[in-house]
């Protein structure tokens, strides 16, 4: 045995196995050893057990799982790069992320994959996934080469950043795609409902004279996405949903046993359209902050189970890039490094989930979605750890984040719920 | 210096829109605005208050008479005037307009009256550099000296705006002139009435201080005064209307709707005109017509605005 961590007094919470009692957690060679009562020093010989950590009155769970980030390596380095983005995930508690293709030039091939992977390698911080593209240059013209790069290890195919627009191209991705064993997964935006919209289209849309975005150009996406899953019948994953006519649209379809799954971001949970009415930029996201009873909405969803997966959309922007008309700003909030506090408060605290049931939208339910074996602390599995102090309280501070970018509107909020630990294959990859 | 009201005091070194104003801070504009008319009339159009202050035009979007009123505004309060024009309405590519404001705030200027294609960028700008900012127009948000001028022009016609009824005709959705109009005459006490197709109003239009109508025949009888709002071929986006000649059919002020109006209705327009189009040069040109007043009185607003922003300012260091 080389090496040997020892979690010890902890709550541990295991949603995939039904855990949730206070044990301890014994980590050797990287894997999950056992997770029992008071483990007896003897047995694993723990005398050699050159770490053991005391996690008294904290939250020991699956480390975390992102399945939308946006690391903007290759070709946006100076926003983030997926050392930079691998650095702040594991301050969140991220042990698991996944990239979304959309880069410059996009992820679309085995050799673009590869790339992610091997940088994300060599962070030595979090499992670095990607996704890759649906159509070449996301363009949603012509199929990328699906099958090679899910050889080469990518978790699922989308063009995030467009919805693949033309119906005919995308039944052709989803029939071509039931070769594989892939999630197809899709940014729900009709480009003409949408046109040149900055921000939800409504009220605050009118008085601040800006053209706006309809929930239609999300719903009516999704609505045609639904019928074209009844056909070809292959798991489809709908990004970062923002609407409550999305929710009716995922309840139908759950309700007709359809393999559909979503996900929510903290900031359509916790944000409004009214925040854009000084014009802050940090608020200019896609798609855009809609109203509070889109917001209930989501809630619902979640706390019916109707959603799969929690999700941040970490788009990182560089302030330059953000100090800018509303207009012209680019789309995005960096919000990875606080992410956890973000669902305490948007779901915990209403009420909403209880933290069993937040840690399984952030562990077991989204390593389904992408199909990885990750997301549980089941006896033989790679040691993916997170400790949290759930009652700790903290103030997020943008000017700390291990993120190169800045463009995060929490600026200020306190929050509750801290990571302590993050432990990746058994190594300690970031300590508060 | 408060001559008119000594009670009330003008707080504001920025004028980015109507829709932040009391009744009291519009009234009190178009008040100071009442005593800048006399100077446009003597001999020496020049008065001292803005001697050894700086004003710079910065438009990134075409004008003629925004622009040269701005000017002629400043010039007549003896201020020195930088034009900046940048057809380019894309700032993201080259400079920002941030930096372009920064530059120029760093030769001294004192205020910048800034037109610019997006919603917001005024509120911007204020946010970030010290001199005063006077909004000139911004994308689809707020034109408010056009609202001032547009409610002064009607004041001194009318004497009020309490109780009428005013129509605003046509592409309300993409108009600044229309939203400003809006906040203001409401909150002066006027009933605005929104005309023009539903392609053309914005998102949630029901929740603005409005009535809306499609119908401008029913309209027309009614109101004491009409604005009719140019067709902004260069905003509009796809095909809100089947055809000009539709248009014009519909919503276009004609002669023979004119005869069904109230003979004393002011009819307005921001300009520029399309003859033909909105309105038949008849009525553009005929005894209600208050358009160039308009233009006239515009003058005097927007000297009002400056020396107002410019004394707030002052009072601030």
Known sequence: MNSELLIKNGRVIDPANGVDKKCDVLIVDGNIAEVAEEIQNSKFKIQNCKTVIDAAGKLVVPGLIDIHVHFREPGDEEEETIASGSAAAVAGGFTSVVCMPNTNPPIENETD????????????????????????????????????????????FTDDGNGVQDPA?????????????????????????????????????????????????????????????????????????????????????????????????????????????EYDTNYKVNP????????????????????????????????????????????????????????????????????????????????????????????????????????????IDVNKFRSKSRNCPYHGWTVKGKVEKTIVGGEIRFEA | MNRRSKKFKWQRKHLLGLRDLSAEEITYILDTAKGFEQV?????????????????????????????????????????????????????????????????????????????????????????????????????????????????????????????KIAIVGDIAHSRVARSNIWAMSKLGAEVILVGPPTLMPAQVSRLPVSVSYTLDEVIEKVDVINMLRIQFERLGGNPFPSVREYSHYFGLTVERMKRAKPDILVMHPGPINRGLEIESEVADGPNSVILEQVTNGLAVRMAVLFLVNQAAAQWK
């Open chain 1, 169 to 277: 191209v995308m039944l052709r991705a989803l029939k071509y795609a039931t070769m594989f064993d892939v999630v197809i997964a899709q940014h729900c935006q009709d480009n003409g409902f949408a046109g040149d919209g900055v921000m939800n289209a409504g009220f605050h849309s009118t008085i601040l004279g800006l053209p706006g975005i309809d929930a239609l150009a999300e719903e009516a996406m999704l609505w045609r996405d639904i019928q074209l899953v009844k056909k070809t019948n292959i798991r489809y994953h709908a990004q970062h949903i923002s609407t409550a006519g999305s929710v009716e649209l995922i309840r139908a379809a759950k309700k007709n046993s359809l393999p559909i799954t979503c996900e929510v971001t903290p900031h359509h949970l916790l944000l409004t359209e009214q925040r854009c009415a």
């Open chain 1, 288 to 395: 855009p902050l809609r109203t509070e009873r889109d917001i209930e909405a989501l809630k619902e969803a979640i706390a019916e189970g109707l959603v799969g997966a929690l999700a941040t959309d970490h788009a990182p922007h560089l302030q330059s890039e953000k100090e800018l008309e509303f207009l012209a700003a680019p789309f995005g909030i960096a919000s990875l490094e606080c992410a956890l506090g973000l669902y305490v408060k948007a779901l915990l605290e209403p009420g909403v989930l209880d933290w069993p049931g937040l840690i399984r939208l952030m562990t077991e339910k989204p390593a389904n979605i992408i199909g990885v074996d990750k997301g549980t602390l089941g006896k033989g599995k790679q040691a993916d750890v997170t400790i949290i102090d759930p009652d700790a309280e903290y103030e």
């Open chain 2, 40 to 164: 446009s009339k003597r001999s020496v159009k020049k008065a001292p208050p803005l001697r050894g202050k700086v004003v710079c035009n910065l438009f990134f979007e075409d004008s003629t008479r925004t622009r040269n009123s701005f000017a002629l505004a400043a010039s007549r309060l003896s201020a020195d005037i930088i034009e900046f024009t940048k057809k380019s309405s894309s700032v993201s590519k080259g400079e920002t307009l941030l930096d372009t404001a920064k530059n120029l705030e760093a030769m001294g200027i004192d205020i910048v009256v800034i037109r610019h294609s997006a919603g917001g960028a005024p509120k911007f700008l204020s946010r970030s550099i010290n001199a005063c900012v006077v909004n000139a127009g911004d994308g689809f948000c707020e034109h408010p000296t056009q609202g001032l001028l547009d409610i002064y022009t009607i004041r001194k016609i009318k004497g009020t705006l309490e109780g009428l």
């Open chain 1, 113 to 156: 994959v590869e790339y992610i992977h091997r940088k994300g390698r060599q962070a030595r911080k979090t499992h670095v996934y990607t996704m890759g593209a649906i159509t070449k240059k996301r363009e949603g013209v012509e199929l990328a080469e699906m099958g090679l790069m899910a050889e080469a290890g990518a978790v699922g």
